[in-house]
């Protein structure tokens, strides 16, 4: 499986960006994917994991109420709409995807990873 995640940028707090993520190869065997995010200095972290079969989202605190995580499996394609942005969501955003059925926020447990794409939130 390749992962490919684009839509990063630079917005100003408060603002919103909408990140892609774009599944190719053995896609059949995908039926989580998620976005981590790793900020300088900081160890990579757990963001929001959706589920391909059944449209469940699930979210780390810090983005709860802000951060959307919906899948187009025509298209193989799961997309994180990022609202009221604050500062210290600047990080590489990497999205990722397991074949595991169940949602899990491990690191480990996911065996495809994108190349990242850099957000920016300035104050």
């Known amino acids: 499986v390749q992962l490919q995640a684009f839509g990063g940028g630079l917005v100003q707090a408060g603002g919103s960006l909408r990140l892609s993520c774009a599944a190719s190869?053995?896609?059949?065997?995908?039926?989580?994917m998620a976005w981590f995010r790793q900020a300088p200095g900081k160890e990579r972290e757990f963001v929001a994991a959706?589920?391909?079969?059944?449209?469940?989202?699930y979210f780390a605190d810090s983005v709860k109420g802000r951060f959307t995580i919906s899948r187009v499996n025509a298209l193989n394609t799961v997309h994180l709409q990022m609202n009221s942005l604050k500062p210290e969501d600047t990080a590489v955003y990497y999205c990722?995807?397991?074949?595991?059925?169940?949602?899990?926020?491990?690191?480990?447990?996911?065996?495809?990873w994108g190349q990242g794409t850099l957000v920016t939130v300035s104050s």
């Open positions: 190869g053995r896609t059949f065997s995908i039926n989580v």
């Open positions: 990722a995807a397991t074949r595991g059925v169940l949602i899990t926020t491990r690191l480990g447990d996911f065996g495809s």
């Open positions: 959706i589920s391909l079969s059944g449209g469940v989202g």
